[in-house]
């Protein structure tokens, strides 16, 4: 079992940052990718970030690309993104997720809900114009 606590999430004015931050514990050992959904009430699941937990190089939507970063902590289990220039438009619950199967790898599936296996309870930011 993994379970994935999310913090960070809060009000802030266009342009301005905000940190995300997801710390994973349990069976972290088959911990193979992590990644970031947001979701607004009545819509769909969107996918945000993934990165794996080895070399691979990290994903981005179109509509975050330059603005946001995906990393991760190994050691301490931990995910982060850190989210620059805010939009309005970024305004969402945003959620955690992990993948343990290695089911996320390839362009084709981490944007795919389905292919994690464990999800954060969501923290909401909301950005201001």
């Known amino acids: 079992q993994v379970q994935l606590v999310e913090s960070g999430g809060g009000l802030v004015q266009a342009g301005g940052s905000l940190r995300l931050s997801c710390a994973a514990s349990?069976?972290?050992?088959?911990?193979?990718?992590g990644a970031w959904f947001r979701q607004v009430p009545g819509e769909d699941r969107e996918f945000v970030a993934r990165i794996g937990w080895g070399l691979s190089t990290p994903a981005y939507a179109d509509s975050v690309k330059g603005r946001f970063t995906i990393s991760r902590d190994n050691a301490k289990n931990t995910l982060y993104l850190q989210m620059n220039s805010l939009k309005p438009e970024d305004t969402a619950a945003y959620y955690c997720a992990v993948d343990t199967y290695g089911r996320a790898g390839s362009s084709t599936t981490w944007s795919l809900p389905a292919k994690y296996d464990y999800w954060g309870q969501g923290t909401q930011v909301t950005v201001s114009s």
């Open positions: 349990g069976r972290t050992f088959n911990f193979y990718h």
